[in-house]
């Protein structure tokens, strides 16, 4: 069989093929945590990295495995000592995590997404993994793809785009996805000619989920999707948008965001591009407005008058020479946090408690006294202060003790390598760190 299958636009990688092209991009020493449920995708990604290491000795790469059990299947425990004893016996070290605690009635899902990554990075931090694979495929790009193209009617390059091959995770951990490019038909043909059993989650045939439905429809017409673009596009205009950042934004204690007249008359995708994010990051959403709503803040930009308009949680205040950013102050909520406790605050600051009573995060209304630049609009400065956090002690008279950080929504907790570039500059703009390094030294 060839090394490479082509199907339509798109080439395919033989699983051995991608598996030694990920090991030589890695940056080295790496220890990598690779994520395996037992079914064929993940438990195809496994073998082909360790019979790659084991053909091609790297000593310089370690590998672990991890599965996690939901807990959403009593079948799942067992699903995780069988998937222990396959690495056993090719002395892979292997470690089963549990979703604990109460599931949520809907989004399950995502919410079971969530607290699989979770689990995932902190045991990448007990063990020192450098990063943790997953086995996406291009059977699931596929899929993404479509179902993205039926939310954003007009679809556009985000639609294209599709799943990344490398995300970070949480500003802690790269989650790397080397199988993007394989079909599971090859997976599962790789596994058989190794003589590789894998386990079938009845989840995959339950046609409530919407990837299950889509997933279906595309078995009968297999060139209903579109392929991807690699992301390329989309990482050319975060670095673009990270150059008319560095050049036309101002951002004032956390607070206010201040982009210049000439900004304004930027390349319209540039534009957008990174107003959405800074729309996102000013009002704590981890996207940017919908696209009827962007449309309509363009419009009000673009006509150039002074005024006022309100999106995303977010004021626009256009003037003369700039247009002003700040959160708007309704629907801030409080938070009250334990001695030794941390929180998100309005999704926009990230607060430790570092003392000995409890605190509540609120909103600091008119009782905000930092001091902005005295060249700034007035009502502007108003707006940013009050909604700044203020700490108030539960015990008075009591010092509070705390760490206040601010926290980038659209990024944060997670972050593609195609927005990387400008999510940097955000960061630092900002006043906090760039992101973690991508760890692979060819991409």
């Not at 299958?5 to 690779?34: D, M, N, Q, R, W």
């Not at 079938?200 to 017409?221: C, G, H, K, Q, W």
């Not at 982009?259 to 000013?282: K, N, P, Q």
Request: aromatic letters at 6%; glycine letters at 8%.
């Amino acid at each position: 069989m060839s090394d490479v299958a082509v199907t339509g636009a798109a080439t395919a990688l033989a699983p051995e093929v991608a598996a030694a092209e990920f090991l030589h991009s890695l940056a080295k020493p790496a220890h990598i945590l690779v994520a395996i449920s037992g079914g064929s995708d993940s438990t195809g990604l496994l073998i082909a990295l360790a019979e790659q290491l084991k053909s091609f000795p790297h000593p310089d790469i370690t590998l672990s495995a991890a599965t996690i059990d939901h807990g959403l299947r009593a079948a799942g425990a067992d699903e995780a000592r069988e998937v222990a004893a396959v690495c056993a016996v090719r002395g892979i070290p292997h470690f089963i995590r549990r979703w604990e605690g109460e599931k949520p009635k809907s989004g399950i899902m995502a919410a079971a997404r969530e607290a699989r990554y979770e689990l995932l990075a902190d045991l990448a931090c007990e063990i020192s993994a450098d990063l943790i694979v997953t086995a996406h495929t291009a059977d699931d790009q596929r899929e993404t793809i479509v179902m993205r193209a039926q939310r954003r009617s007009g679809g556009g390059d985000e639609t294209r785009t599709g799943i990344a091959d490398a995300m970070l995770f949480d500003r802690r951990i790269w989650i790397v996805r080397p199988f993007l490019a394989c079909r599971r038909m090859d997976i599962r043909a790789y596994l058989e000619r190794h003589g590789v059993s894998w386990l079938d989650d009845p989840s995959n045939e339950d046609i409530r989920y919407e990837r299950v439905r889509t997933r279906m429809r595309l078995a009968e017409d297999p060139i209903a999707a579109p392929p991807a673009d690699g992301g390329a596009n989309r990482a050319l205009l975060s670095g673009k948008a990270a150059l008319w950042l560095d050049e036309h934004v101002t951002i004032h204690a956390d607070a206010l965001c201040v982009i210049d007249r000439a900004g304004l008359s930027a390349d319209a995708e540039v534009f957008a591009y990174a107003l959405s994010y800074l729309t996102a990051a000013f009002g704590g959403d981890a996207y940017g407005p919908g696209r009827q709503q962007m449309e309509r803040i363009l419009d009000f930009v673009n006509k150039g008058l002074p005024g006022r308009r309100t999106a995303g949680g977010v004021v626009f205040d256009l003037r003369r020479e700039t247009l002003c950013l700040m959160r708007e102050s309704r629907n801030i909520k409080p938070l009250a946090l334990a001695p030794g406790a941390g929180g998100i605050w309005d999704r926009r600051f990230e607060v430790t408690n570092r003392g000995r009573s409890t605190i509540c995060v609120q909103a600091a209304g008119a009782d905000s006294a930092l001091i902005f630049p005295p060249n700034l609009p007035r009502a502007a400065v108003r707006r940013a202060r009050a909604a700044l956090p203020l700490i108030v002690p539960e015990e008075a008279g009591v010092a509070p003790t705390v760490a206040v950080v601010p926290y980038l929504a659209p990024f944060d907790r997670f972050l593609t390598r195609f927005d990387l570039i400008f999510a940097d500059r955000l960061s630092i703009a900002f006043g906090r760190q760039a992101y973690r390094r991508l760890p692979l030294s060819v991409i």
